[in-house]
Each structure stands twice: as structure tokens, then as C-alpha cells.
């Protein structure tokens, strides 16, 4: 059986960067994997913070899109990592969290995502799931 998810409402929604799961990354609180996620795209320390603050998880990710502020060069590089980084560490905060990933067992897990073919399985499932993979690597990790 594979596990979707794709919402923070859909069963298993708790595994959606956007869930109110919050993580300490680099000495400072992130309300969600999110917030983190899309500030790291940045070296410019007021929009960081901009996206650190925002109200939720979708105005986050507005911002995090945005391309009035210049990503970091490096971003295609690093961004599997950090995308790592913050799911792990979101999973060893959060112990229900970790119970429910490490239930899963050896399922597959893919996010949803419609319109995101690298992170997501695509509209036609033809996408990369790199979250899912990442999810997949985290629980072994902790199991």
C-alpha cells in the first residue's frame, strides 16, 4: 500500500511541510518546516526573518517564491539537504510525529502534489517525490 498525502488536512497531513509542527533550526524557532524551508532560498537576513514571521505556512511560501529579493546561487545545490535537515529534525521534535512515521512501516510514501513535479508525484505521478523519499529516508533513520 502507498501512503498520499498532499493537505495538512489529509489523513497522514501531519507529513506536509506546512503542518503546525514547528523546528529549531540554526538557534531560532520556525512556526513550520516551511517557514524554514523557504527562508533558507534566501542570504538576505530581513526577508529570512520576513519568512520566519509570516502569519502561516501559504504566506511563507508566497514569499519564499518571490523573486523581487535573489535566491542564493547555490540553491539547486543544497536544497535536497536542507529540505532534509528540516524534515528530520522536524520528526526527532515532535515524538507523536515520529511514532506515526515510523507506523507507516516499509510504505511508500508520496506527496500528492499536483502541481509539483519535483517534490511532489505530479499530476500524473510522473514527478521525482523527493519529499516522500526524504520522509522514507527519515524513518529508517529513526526506526
Known amino acids: 500500500m502507498t501512503i498520499y498525502f ?13 503542518s503546525k509542527h514547528g523546528v529549531e533550526m540554526d538557534g531560532v524557532w520556525w512556526p513550520t518546516v516551511e517557514h524554514y524551508f523557504q527562508a533558507q532560498k ?46 528530520l529534525k522536524k520528526f526527532q521534535t515532535h515524538d507523536s510525529l515520529k511514532k506515526l512515521l515510523i507506523s507507516t512501516g516499509s510504505q511508500d510514501i508520496v506527496e500528492n502534489a499536483p502541481g509539483d513535479y519535483y517534490w511532489g508525484c505530479g499530476k500524473n505521478g510522473t514527478g521525482l517525490n523527493k519529499l516522500g523519499h526524504i520522509l522514507m529516508r527519515v524513518r529508517s533513520e529513526l526506526a
Open 6 to 18: 498532499y493537505t495538512k488536512l489529509d489523513e497522514y497531513g501531519e507529513f506536509s511541510n506546512f
Open 42 to 87: 534566501f542570504e538576505n537576513i530581513e526577508h529570512k526573518e520576513a519568512i520566519r514571521t509570516a502569519y502561516n505556512s501559504k504566506q511563507a511560501a508566497e514569499l519564499g517564491r518571490s523573486r523581487k529579493v535573489p535566491i542564493r546561487s547555490d540553491w539547486e545545490e543544497v536544497k535536497d539537504e536542507i529540505m532534509y535537515c528540516a524534515v
